[in-house]
């Protein structure tokens, strides 16, 4: 299975998760098997109008989960619809995640846990305001 992470440079494992996933400039997508690294840039960001509404990856890119910190409502609509699973981030680096997810200790998002909904960072949203 590959993971994605919305990143702002490419730093390998050690690149900073980006603090939204839908506007995130880029995406690194980890293979969970070879750990072979992808960069891969936000191609929705060119795109007028579908920021957040559309998908992020294509199927033959075999992207089975992100891990991300905060998510609007149509890149989490989106990636339910294409099977991807959604991992709440608790560490600050794709490394600290990784480890996170390969000892079963991160959680998966639910449904309420949108930007939207959260707003304010002091009660533990991501302050975007979508």
Not at 48 to 61: A, D, L, P, Y
Request: charged share 35%.
């Amino acid at each position: 299975m590959k993971i994605a992470f919305p990143v702002k440079e490419n730093r390998g494992l050690e690149s900073t998760i980006d603090e939204h996933f839908g506007v995130a400039e880029n995406f690194v997508i980890v293979d969970l098997k070879t750990r072979e690294i992808e960069f891969k840039e936000n191609r929705k960001l060119s795109a007028e109008g579908s920021k957040c509404k559309t998908k992020m990856f294509k199927k033959k890119e075999q992207v089975g989960a992100v891990v991300t910190r905060c998510m609007g409502e149509g890149s989490q609509r989106g990636l339910i619809s294409s099977d991807i699973k959604i991992y709440q981030a608790c560490g600050n680096t794709i490394l600290e995640n990784l480890e996170l997810f390969e000892k079963d200790e991160l959680k998966l998002f639910h449904m309420f846990d949108f930007c939207q909904i959260k707003k304010n960072k002091k009660e533990g949203g991501c302050g975007h305001h979508n």
